[in-house]
C-alpha cells in the first residue's frame, strides 16, 4: 500500500474536496482503491461513492469485511442496485444477504425485473448450501443441437444477460458439460453430444462442504446443481470453490480453537465481537472443568495420606489432553479431506488403539524415571519405585484414553450431524482432565493408598 496515495486521499478527504478526490481515484484500479478503503480510519463511504458502478462492483467484493459494514448500510438503496447490476448473481446475493433487511427490498426493487427474479430465486436457498453459492448464469440446449445452432443461442443469451453462459446439456444418462474453447473451434454441423463432457451433480439443500468433497474427489472445474427432480438449477464454478475452501478452512479453525467464526480480520473486529465469540466457549470450558473439582473432592482422602500424587497430577492429566488433542486434529483434517468417513471407525479404532498404547509406553517409560528419580524427602514414606510404576501407569493409560477420546469424538459428531470440527482441543482436552483424575487416583489406589 502506497502511504503517500493513502494521506493524498485522507488529505483531500478531510478538506471535503470531492472533485479532486474524484479525480484522484479515476486513474487506480479496484485493488488499490480496496486498500485505501481498508485503510482509511474514516471517509470510507465517502470514497467509496466517488468512483464509478463499475468499479464499486469490483471494490465491494475485494474490500474487508469491516470495511463493508460500514459502508453498505449507509449507501442510497439506489447506489446500490446500480452497482450491484455489474456484478454475477450470486455475488450480488452475497452483498444483498449482508445488508440490512431495511433495505434489501429497497435495493431488489431497484433491479431489473429479470435480474431481480434469479436473485430472489437464489435468496430462498440458505447462504451455505449450494444452492446459496451457485450461478444462475447457464443455457441448457437440447442433446441433439448443432454447434453452429447453440453459437447462435449463445449469442442471443449474452445480448440480453449481457454474460457469456455455461452451456450444459441434459440427457437420459445425465448432464454434460460443453466447454466453450471446443466450441469455438469445433466443425458448425458437430453435435454437441458428441463434444460435450459428463459433469458430476450435487442436491441445492447440499452442505458446501459437501460441494467441497465432490468438486475435489471429481477433480472438476464447474458442478451443476440439481433439485429433487434432477432439473438443473444452476451451476458452481471452481473460483466459487476456492471461495467456499477458505471459508470452511476458517470455521474449522475457529472450531477447533473454542472460538466463533468471525467474518473480519482479528485487528478489524470490534472488541465486543471478539469477546463475545470467546466467552461462550470458554464458559462451557469452565463449566465442565469445575467438574475436576468434583472428581478430586472424591479422592481426597488418597491425596491426604500420600500427598506426593498431587505433584504429579499435572504431568499425568495433561499427557490425555495431549494425546487426545492430537488425535482430534488428525482425524478431523482427514475427515475434512474425505480420507475418513464415519464408515471407517472400526480401522480408526484399532489403529488408534495401537498408536495409544505405543505412544502410552513410551511417555509411561519417561514417567517411570522421573517418579523414581524422585528425592526421597519429597515423597515421605512412599517408595520411589512403586511411585514410579504409579506415574508410568497412569501416563500409559490416560494416554491411550486420551487418544482414543481424540479420534472417536469428531466421528460420533459427525455421525450425530455436527461439524467435526466442534469436537476441538480444548473440549477433547476438558474431557480427558476429569476422566485423567479419575484413572490416576484409580491406579494409586491399587499400588500405593
Known sequence: MDSTLLHRVDDLLRAKNDK?????LNPLDALTIADIIDNLEHGKRKTFTL???????????IISENSRDIILPRLPSDMISRFLHFLYEDDATDIIQHLPRRLRGQVLHGLQEDRRKRIEKLLTFGPETAGGIMDLNFLEVEPNVTVQSTIESLQKYTKIHKQVPTVLVQTP???????SRILLTASKQASVLDLSQSVSTVLH???????????ERESS????????????????????????????????????????????????????????????????LFVAELFTFTALTKYESSIASVTALALFLPLCISTGGNSGSQAATLITRAMAL??????????????????????????????????????????????RF???????????????????????????????????????SPFVATFVDVTGIVIYFTIANIFIV
Open 221 to 284: 472445474d464447474i458442478l451443476c446443481v440439481i433439485d429433487e427432480e434432477k432439473k438443473m438449477l444452476g451451476i458452481i464454478h471452481l473460483n466459487d470453490l476456492l471461495r467456499v475452501a477458505e471459508a470452511e478452512t476458517s470455521e474449522d479453525v475457529y472450531r477447533m480453537g473454542a472460538v466463533g467464526a468471525m467474518n473480519a480480520s482479528y485487528l478489524e473486529s470490534k472488541f465486543s465481537t471478539i469477546w463475545k465469540k470467546r466467552v461462550g466457549w470458554l464458559s462451557v
Open 338 to 383: 474425505g480420507h475418513v468417513t464415519t464408515k471407517d471407525w472400526w480401522r480408526v479404532l484399532r489403529r488408534e488403539l495401537l498408536m495409544g498404547l505405543a505412544l502410552g509406553i513410551a511417555l509411561g517409560v519417561v514417567g517411570f524415571v522421573r517418579g523414581a528419580l524422585t528425592p526421597q524427602s519429597a515423597l515421605g514414606s512412599v517408595d
Open 51 to 61: 468512483i464509478p458502478p463499475e468499479k464499486q462492483a469490483a471494490v465491494v467484493k
Open 173 to 179: 444418462k445425465g448432464i454434460r458439460w460443453l466447454q
Open 386 to 424: 512403586m511411585i514410579g510404576i504409579v506415574i508410568a501407569g497412569s501416563v500409559a493409560a490416560i494416554c491411550l484414553w486420551g487418544t482414543l477420546v481424540g479420534s472417536m469424538l469428531p466421528m460420533i459428531f459427525r455421525k450425530m450431524g455436527f461439524d467435526p470440527a466442534y469436537a476441538s
Open 20 to 24: 479532486e478526490l474524484r479525480q484522484a
Open 205 to 215: 439443500s447440499a452442505d458446501r462442504e459437501k460441494v467441497l468433497d465432490v468438486m
